[in-house]
C-alpha cells in the first residue's frame, strides 16, 4: 500500500462523539442576488479577483460584502452542472467538479478551459465539492452520495482517470471541502462542519444553524482565521467559529420560561411557570437549592424573573397581568406591582435588573420591543426589536434580555438568536443557537466567566462561550479602580455618558472623546451638587482610563 500523502492522509471516518458544538458567531450577512447569485453551489478565494461564487454555470467575483470585484465567466462552454470550485493559486487555475459529467475540469482565470480528467473511474460518481492543498499541489474532490472523497493530482488533464493520490473514507453528505489556514481539512455534512488534521485525527465539529440538507459552500475568510465564510442560498455568512455550546444542566419536570443571574456566583434564578414558583438552582451542583411560590402574590404566568440586588426582591414579569411583581425574595410576599399597559412593552417575556443604573430592562415579543424601566414601570428608555434585525426576522419578537455589567451591553434573544446591544439600542453582534435544540427561552450572564452565558430551554440548561462578548465594545464597559466604578456607553460619534460609584456617590456623566484613545473629556456633578469637569487619559485599546485622584486608573472588567 503507498504511503499516504502527509497532511491528507486522513482517514476522515467522523466519529460521533459527545462534543461541546461550537456555535459560530454570525458577525455579518449580505445577499448575493444583485451580484447575480441565485443559488450559490460553491465558493473559493482569488486574492486577485475576491471571493469566486459558483452560481448555476457563471462564477461571480463579491467581496465579503456582497460587492462585485471583478468580471464573471460561464463554464457552461465545459461543464453545465459545476457544484465545487477551487482556485490553485500555485497553478494559476481554478477547478471544478461538475456533478452530472463525473469530470474535474480545469480553467484560467478568464474561464477558459485548460483540461480535464474523469472521476468516474477514479470512483467518485457524483461529486460535489472540490479545494486545493497548495502545500501539497493536489486537489481532494468530495462524493456526496457515497462517502468517499478522493486526492488527486493535476498530472492528468487530457480527458482519462483522474490521477488519485489517495481515497478519504468521509461520510454520506459531505457536500463542500475546503482547506483551513493551518492545513487541516474540513468538509461540510448537513449544516455542520467536521475537521481533521494531518494525523488523522478528528479536531473540532461546528454547527452552521440553518435547516439541515441545504448545501453549504465554505471557505476561509483570508483576512482572519477564526472566521469563514459561508455561501448558502444567495446569502453570504460571515461566522466567527471560537464559540462553543454545551449541556449544562437538566432539571426535569419544569416549564422554564426564563433565567436570569442569582443572589450568588454560580446560582440562577429560573422561572417555572409550570410549577408556579421561581427556582434557585446551583450552576456547581445542578441542583435546586431554593424556591419561592408566586401564586400567593396574585402573579398569573410568570414569563421570566430577575434578582434585585439592592432591594433584595424578586422582579416577576406577567404577561398574563402586563405587569411587573416585586416580591420578597425569601417569602414570596408582594411588596409591589406596577402594570404595562399600554407601554411599548405590554405583554412582557424577559425581565433583567440592572443596580448600577436602579433600572429594568424588560422585553416584550408582543411589541417587538425592550425598553429600560424605573420601578415604578415608568420608561427611561425604549427601542424596537426590529431595529436589531440586520434585515431579517432574528430578534423581532425578544423573549428575553440580560445585562452584562463588564461590557456595558445587553443580550437580548429573540427566536433562536441572540444579540449584543449597547445601551442605545444599536447591535454590535449576534448569533444564532439553533444547535441548542429550539432556541433559548431564557438567557443570564455567567458571573464567573465574562465569555460566559447560559441559555434556558424547557428543562435544559446550556452553557455557551462566546469569545467575541470580550472584544473591544469601544468605549462602552465597565472600568474599576480601588476608589471607584465607572460604567461608560459610547454613543457614537466621540459622545459617551454614563455613571460613576465613586464612595457613596451616584454620579451621573455625560463627555466627549478626542481621537482614538487619547483624552475623554466627562462632566458630571459633585455628591453636593456641584459641577466638575474631569480630564481622563484613554489607552488606544481602550481598556485603561487614567483619571486624577481620587479616581485614579480604571481598568476594564
Not at 138 to 159: K, L, M
Not at 299 to 328: K, R, S
Not at 354 to 360: A, F
Not at 398 to 414: E, K, Q, S, Y
Amino acid at each position: 500500500m503507498p504511503r499516504l500523502t502527509p497532511v491528507l492522509a486522513v482517514a476522515l471516518l467522523f466519529p460521533d462523539l459527545a462534543l461541546a458544538t461550537r456555535v459560530p458567531v454570525l458577525e455579518g450577512q449580505c445577499d448575493l442576488t444583485p451580484a447575480g447569485v441565485t443559488s450559490a453551489e460553491g465558493i473559493t478565494y482569488n486574492p486577485a479577483a475576491g471571493f469566486a461564487v459558483l452560481s448555476g454555470t457563471t462564477v461571480v467575483f463579491v467581496d465579503a460584502s456582497c460587492n462585485v470585484t471583478h468580471p464573471s465567466f460561464s463554464t457552461s462552454a465545459f461543464s453545465t452542472n459545476p457544484l465545487g470550485i477551487a482556485w490553485a493559486s500555485d497553478l494559476g487555475e481554478y477547478a471544478f467538479a461538475d456533478r452530472s459529467a463525473n469530470e474535474l475540469y480545469f480553467a484560467n482565470d478568464t474561464g477558459q478551459t485548460t483540461g480535464h480528467c474523469d472521476l468516474a473511474t477514479a470512483g467518485v460518481s457524483q461529486p460535489s465539492g472540490v479545494t486545493r492543498d497548495v502545500a501539497h499541489g493536489v486537489f481532494v474532490v468530495t462524493d456526496s452520495q457515497q462517502g468517499r472523497a478522493v486526492v488527486v493530482d493535476d498530472s492528468n488533464r487530457v480527458g482519462g482517470t483522474c490521477h488519485v493520490v489517495t481515497t478519504l473514507g468521509v461520510n454520506a453528505g459531505c457536500v463542500d471541502v475546503t482547506m483551513a489556514p493551518n492545513g487541516d481539512v474540513a468538509f461540510v455534512r448537513e449544516s455542520q462542519v467536521r475537521m481533521m488534521d494531518a494525523t488523522q485525527r478528528f479536531v473540532d465539529s461546528f454547527d452552521l444553524n440553518r435547516t439541515p440538507g441545504y448545501d453549504d459552500a465554505l471557505v476561509w475568510d483570508p483576512a482572519a482565521d477564526d472566521r469563514v465564510l459561508v455561501a448558502n442560498g444567495h446569502t453570504l455568512f460571515r461566522l466567527d467559529i471560537r464559540g462553543t455550546i454545551e449541556t449544562a444542566c437538566t432539571f426535569p419536570g419544569i416549564t422554564a420560561m426564563g433565567v436570569s443571574a442569582g443572589p450568588a456566583p454560580e446560582q440562577l434564578l429560573i422561572a417555572d411557570d409550570q410549577g408556579h414558583n421561581v427556582m434557585l438552582v446551583s450552576t456547581r451542583t445542578c441542583t435546586q437549592i431554593g424556591a419561592v411560590g408566586v401564586q400567593a402574590a396574585g402573579v398569573g404566568n410568570m414569563a421570566d424573573a430577575a434578582w434585585d440586588a439592592a432591594t433584595g426582591e424578586i422582579v416577576v414579569a406577567d404577561p398574563q397581568h402586563n405587569a411587573l411583581f416585586f416580591l420578597d425574595g425569601t417569602t414570596g410576599a408582594l411588596h409591589s406591582r406596577c402594570d404595562l399597559d399600554g407601554t411599548t412593552v405590554d405583554v412582557p417575556t424577559g425581565v433583567d435588573v440592572i443596580p448600577e443604573l436602579d433600572l429594568i430592562a424588560v422585553t416584550s415579543a408582543t411589541t417587538g420591543a425592550w425598553a429600560l424601566l424605573d420601578r415604578s414601570c415608568a420608561i427611561v428608555h425604549s427601542r424596537s426589536a426590529s431595529a436589531l434585525e440586520d434585515k431579517s426576522d432574528r430578534l423581532r419578537d425578544p423573549t428575553d434580555v440580560a445585562w452584562l455589567p463588564a461590557t456595558g451591553h445587553f443580550v437580548v434573544g429573540g427566536t433562536n438568536t441572540l444579540g449584543l446591544v449597547d445601551v442605545e439600542g444599536a447591535q454590535r453582534a449576534f448569533f444564532t443557537a439553533e444547535g441548542y435544540g429550539s432556541g433559548a427561552s431564557g438567557i443570564a450572564p455567567d458571573a464567573a466567566d465574562p465569555l460566559g452565558l447560559y441559555l434556558m430551554n424547557g428543562g435544559t440548561l446550556a452553557h455557551a462561550v462566546l469569545p467575541f462578548l470580550a472584544e473591544n465594545p469601544g468605549a462602552s464597559g465597565r472600568f474599576t479602580s480601588p476608589t471607584a466604578t465607572v460604567y461608560l456607553w459610547d454613543r457614537g460619534d466621540g459622545r459617551v455618558t454614563g455613571t460613576a460609584l465613586v464612595g457613596g456617590d451616584t454620579l451621573p456623566l455625560f463627555g466627549q472623546l478626542s481621537g482614538a484613545g487619547g483624552s475623554l473629556i466627562i462632566g458630571t456633578e459633585t455628591g453636593a451638587g456641584q459641577p466638575l469637569v474631569v480630564q481622563v487619559s484613554v489607552s488606544a485599546d481602550f481598556s485603561t482610563l487614567t483619571a486624577p485622584p481620587p479616581i485614579g486608573v480604571l481598568r476594564r472588567g
